[in-house]
């Protein structure tokens, strides 16, 4: 299959929403083929949170986040059956997904995020989409939690960098995407399908190329 690389967003390990990943998990299970990037979650945030406690540098916080997405990278893995290594760079990844159509990975090196990687490896294979499974259904003109912030359904890359850096927007406010990740894309033209998590019809909507409601970004 020449399906699009898969970005688990990493809200989708919190233990509230686990029957979602689970659900994910045994669907995506009856596909031959499929290139998985999991995020690191809660377990990330918090033992990030707990190293920054104690002054470790941001290079080791990435290191430690990097650790918890190849443990829930290996969750999904063995949830599917697969007894690969969880691959630790882009190269290992593409080798893998040549060998067995299967490639379930976390993060590869400090400096990003999965979103990041999931672009890179569909630069790599030579896909044209990454849909990306997260907890926000579109892209919002502003904040969603102001009044009146309205749903983008399709976006150019360079509105999407202009919403991130939009000074209404507000310094750590949630966003599902980062620069790097849409500067990977536009040059790639891979295009970017944003789509929650809790509506799983929609998800496989997305990832099988059929009409779904959420935002995307090309
Ligand atoms: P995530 O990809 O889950 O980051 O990686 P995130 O975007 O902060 O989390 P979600 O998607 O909103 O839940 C967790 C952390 O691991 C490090 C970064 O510190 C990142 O914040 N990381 C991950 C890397 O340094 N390199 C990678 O390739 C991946």
Not at 20 to 42: C, D, M
Not at 61 to 79: E, P, W, Y
Not at 90 to 100: G, H, N, P, S, W
Not at 197 to 209: H, L, S, W, Y
């Amino acid at each position: 299959m020449n399906g699009p690389v898969i970005s688990l967003g990493g809200s989708i390990f919190s233990k509230n929403d686990e029957n979602y990943l689970l659900k994910f998990i045994e669907r995506i299970g009856k596909e031959e083929s499929y290139a998985l990037v999991v995020g690191g979650g809660p377990v990330a945030r918090d033992e990030i949170a707990r190293l920054r406690k104690i002054g470790a540098k941001e290079y080791y916080l990435d290191m430690m986040g990097i650790q918890a997405t190849r443990l829930n990278a290996s969750m999904v893995s063995l949830a599917l059956g697969n007894l690969m290594e969880v691959p630790e760079s882009i190269d290992e990844a593409v080798r893998q997904m040549k060998l067995y159509k299967r490639v379930i990975m976390g993060g590869t090196e400090p400096g990003h995020t999965t979103d990041a990687v999931s672009l890179l490896l569909a630069e790599a294979l030579n896909r044209d989409t990454v849909v990306n499974v997260t907890n926000v259904d579109y892209l919002y003109d502003r904040d969603p939690k102001i009044n009146g912030a309205k749903k983008v359904e399709n976006i150019s890359y360079s509105g999407a960098v202009e919403m991130i850096t939009s000074e209404k927007r507000g310094a750590g406010a949630n966003f599902p995407l980062d620069i790097l990740s849409l500067n990977i894309a536009r040059r790639s033209n891979i295009g970017i399908k944003i789509v929650s998590f809790r509506d799983q019809e929609n998800v496989f909507k997305a990832i099988t190329g059929k009409k779904f409601k959420g935002t995307t970004v090309s």
